[in-house]
């Protein structure tokens, strides 16, 4: 029997536009937004506010996640560019990597329409709980290293390649349970959790988590439970969902910017002893067995049982790797091409010192790719694609003995 993986709990349609610095400029000079600005977090109503969040971010070389007041506004955005339609949201971002693996998946969804149903690979099925098609896109916007923006009063030069997403998603805030989702867990070799970043009413948030927990009640007791972070638009809610679902969490996974959100300071990646103490004040926070952290340099699992992940790290970390380079069509023989390549000397040394310092450490150091056209949107998605394509991996050996 085949194993069965369960990802959840939103999935989006994104507007993927193509970076274009000339009228990123172009827009920034109009409005006459300045570099003073940029620290601004104020609500994204209109266009100026909306590149001020993005410009923002790049300056500091950071991803984030942000609200706007209407789909509307992000339509007109993305018409200013070359723009394309695609999936996503953690789950079915990370579907897709499994598809392209061969393993299959059934999604849990909040909201489907014509797009879902032309770009979702046959290879996934779905649950939703939507009673009629909608559509609230996402915008994504990606940036490389060095991007150069235009302001009025100078230039900013962007660190490093990041992304930024904005959206305004009536479903996805309101996340409402599929009533089908109890009996798809019932056989589940492994379930993901994640989407919860974007409820912004907490009565809501809480019946939310009561439905959720009332279907993972359907969970076999050896099923694994994969709760993803991400930016959420409240902050406080991150700790509501954690501390409701924290007894039946086994992974739980975020990246360098939640890492640092949690820890409440800057942290340097390619410090040893700078890693090590943030890593263990957020397993105090979160105590689950394996505490992952992902990040453009290393990953790495805290926790009393991260030692045994150790293979699904390198799996998502050749996963991930292959989607920054190629994006979203690759192959099992990509991800061989992509673990050939070297690893990231810093990662390297910071993983070894962790493992030295701590026993209940295991990490695996990222792949250095060098591509003109890195994709920077999904790589967290598609390193939890990645990690469980090992849990599916190792549930179909033990059915077929």
Same mark, same amino acid.
């Given at each position: 029997?085949?194993?069965?993986?369960?990802?959840?709990?939103?999935?989006?349609?994104?507007?993927?536009?193509?970076?274009?610095?000339?009228?990123?400029?172009?827009?920034?000079? !109009?409005?006459?937004?300045?570099?003073?600005?940029?620290?601004? #977090?104020?609500?994204?109503?209109?266009?100026?506010?909306? /590149?001020?969040?993005?410009?923002?971010?790049?300056? =500091?070389?950071?991803?984030?996640?942000?609200?706007?007041?209407?789909?509307?506004?992000?339509?007109?955005?993305?018409?200013?560019?070359?723009?394309?339609?695609?999936?996503?949201?953690?789950?079915?971002?990370?579907?897709?990597?499994? &598809?392209?693996?061969? /393993?299959?998946?059934?999604?849990?969804?909040?909201?489907?329409? $014509?797009?879902? =149903? =032309?770009?979702?690979?046959?290879?996934?099925?779905?649950?939703?709980?939507?009673?009629?098609?909608?559509?609230?896109?996402?915008?994504?916007?990606?940036?490389?290293?060095?991007?150069?923006?235009?302001?009025?009063?100078?230039?900013?030069?962007?660190?490093?390649?990041?992304?930024?997403?904005?959206?305004?998603?009536?479903?996805?805030?309101?996340?409402?349970?599929?009533?089908?989702?109890?009996? %798809?867990? =019932?056989?589940?070799?492994?379930?993901?959790?994640?989407?919860?970043?974007?409820?912004?009413?907490?009565?809501?948030?809480?019946?939310?988590?009561?439905?959720?927990?009332?279907?993972?009640? !359907?969970?076999?007791?050896?099923?694994?439970?994969?709760?993803?972070?991400?930016?959420?638009?409240?902050?406080?809610?991150?700790?509501?969902?954690?501390?409701?679902?924290?007894?039946?969490? $086994?992974?739980?996974?975020?990246?360098?910017?939640?890492?640092?959100?949690?820890?409440?300071?800057?942290? $340097?990646?390619?410090?040893?002893?700078?890693?090590?103490?943030?890593? #263990?004040?957020? !397993?105090?926070?979160?105590?689950?067995? #394996?505490?992952?952290? !992902?990040?453009?340099?290393?990953?790495?699992?805290?926790?009393?049982? &991260?030692?045994?992940?150790?293979?699904?790290?390198?799996?998502?970390?050749?996963?991930?790797?292959?989607?920054?380079?190629?994006?979203?069509?690759?192959? #099992?023989?990509?991800?061989? $091409?992509?673990?050939?390549?070297? %690893?990231?000397?810093?990662?390297? %040394?910071?993983?070894?010192?962790?493992?030295?310092?701590?026993?209940?450490?295991?990490?695996?150091? &990222?792949?250095?790719?060098?591509?003109?056209?890195?994709?920077?949107?999904?790589?967290?998605?598609?390193?939890?694609?990645?990690?469980?394509?090992?849990?599916?991996?190792?549930?179909?050996?033990?059915?077929?003995?």
């Amino acid at each position: 029997m085949s194993a069965r993986l369960v990802l959840g709990l939103g999935g989006t349609v994104d507007y993927e536009i193509r970076w274009d610095a000339a009228v990123i400029s172009t827009l920034a000079r !109009h409005y006459g937004v300045r570099r003073d600005e940029l620290v601004s #977090a104020a609500p994204i109503e209109d266009e100026r506010a909306l /590149i001020v969040a993005i410009l923002g971010l790049l300056e =500091r070389g950071v991803g984030g996640e942000r609200f706007a007041a209407s789909s509307d506004l992000l339509d007109a955005f993305a018409a200013r560019f070359d723009t394309a339609v695609t999936l996503g949201g953690t789950g079915v971002r990370a579907g897709i990597a499994l &598809a392209n693996l061969g /393993i299959p998946s059934t999604q849990h969804l909040v909201s489907i329409d $014509d797009n879902v =149903r =032309r770009l979702m690979p046959p290879i996934i099925d779905w649950v939703c709980s939507a009673a009629a098609d909608t559509l609230d896109p996402h915008l994504i916007v990606q940036y490389p290293a060095r991007a150069v923006v235009a302001l009025a009063d100078g230039e900013i030069v962007a660190p490093s390649a990041n992304r930024v997403i904005v959206a305004n998603d009536r479903p996805n805030r309101e996340m409402a349970i599929a009533p089908q989702l109890g009996e %798809r867990l =019932r056989d589940a070799d492994a379930f993901l959790v994640s989407g919860f970043n974007t409820m912004q009413d907490a009565d809501l948030l809480a019946a939310r988590l009561d439905d959720l927990w009332a279907a993972m009640g !359907h969970l076999p007791a050896e099923a694994l439970v994969y709760y993803e972070d991400a930016g959420f638009y409240r902050r406080e809610f991150a700790a509501i969902a954690r501390d409701r679902l924290l007894s039946r969490i $086994d992974v739980y996974g975020m990246n360098e910017d939640e890492l640092q959100e949690y820890v409440g300071r800057a942290v $340097d990646l390619r410090d040893p002893a700078q890693v090590d103490a943030a890593l #263990a004040e957020a !397993h105090r926070l979160i105590p689950v067995p #394996a505490l992952v952290v !992902h990040t453009r340099l290393w990953s790495i699992a805290v926790g009393p049982r &991260a030692r045994r992940h150790r293979s699904a790290l390198e799996a998502a970390v050749r996963v991930s790797g292959t989607r920054y380079r190629l994006g979203d069509v690759f192959d #099992a023989a990509d991800l061989d $091409d992509t673990g050939r390549l070297p %690893r990231h000397p810093d990662g390297v %040394r910071v993983v070894a010192a962790i493992e030295a310092s701590r026993p209940d450490a295991a990490g695996v150091a &990222a792949v250095v790719v060098d591509t003109a056209t890195p994709t920077t949107i999904g790589l967290g998605d598609s390193f939890v694609g990645g990690f469980l394509s090992v849990t599916r991996a190792a549930a179909d050996a033990v059915s077929a003995r």
